[in-house]
């Protein structure tokens, strides 16, 4: 009886953890539900941030690509909003997307000019254009 007990336990927590936070088999996603249900402008862009380098990680860089856009389109002057400038743009070449690569790199360029990464933004930047007009 006891074991019972426990296991409708755990099955119904684990049913209202589901419906309430993640909404998806898949836990990249419903970490990313997570950040838009209880947003916080502290944690969420963070939480998005890693989500997306996850999926850089795996190579989806399709995933990546949108998850980073989503982070600097809702959070566009977190903390961690350089870095997802620099892998936005890899993600985005990964993707042969030129234009939001050049985009992101060209903002990295006017927002951060004493960042650490504007050389290599600057470089990247000037190769895509000439490689790609």
């Known amino acids: 009886m006891r ?10 927590g684990g049913s209202w953890a589901y419906n309430n936070y993640l909404g998806t088999l898949n836990p990249l996603e419903g970490m990313i539900n ?20 996850i999926y850089y990680q795996k190579s989806d860089y399709g995933k990546a690509q ?12 977190a903390y961690c ?3 997802a400038l620099i892998r936005l ?3 985005a070449q990964e993707n ?4 939001a690569a050049k985009l992101a790199l060209g ?5 951060y000019p004493g960042g650490k ?6 470089s990247s930047l000037d190769k895509l254009n000439y490689e790609h007009k």
């Open 81 to 83: 909003a350089p870095k």
């Open 66 to 77: 949108e998850v980073f856009t989503k982070l600097l389109t809702d959070y566009p002057t």
């Open 96 to 99: 042969r997307d030129w234009g």
């Open 3 to 12: 074991v019972y007990i426990i296991l409708v336990a755990i099955f119904i």
């Open 117 to 122: 990464d504007i050389a290599l933004a600057k």
């Open 34 to 53: 997570v950040a838009v249900k209880r947003p916080d402008p502290v944690w969420s862009p963070r939480l998005e941030y890693w989500v997306a380098m």
């Open 107 to 111: 903002r990295y360029i006017e927002e």
């Open 89 to 91: 743009n890899l993600s």
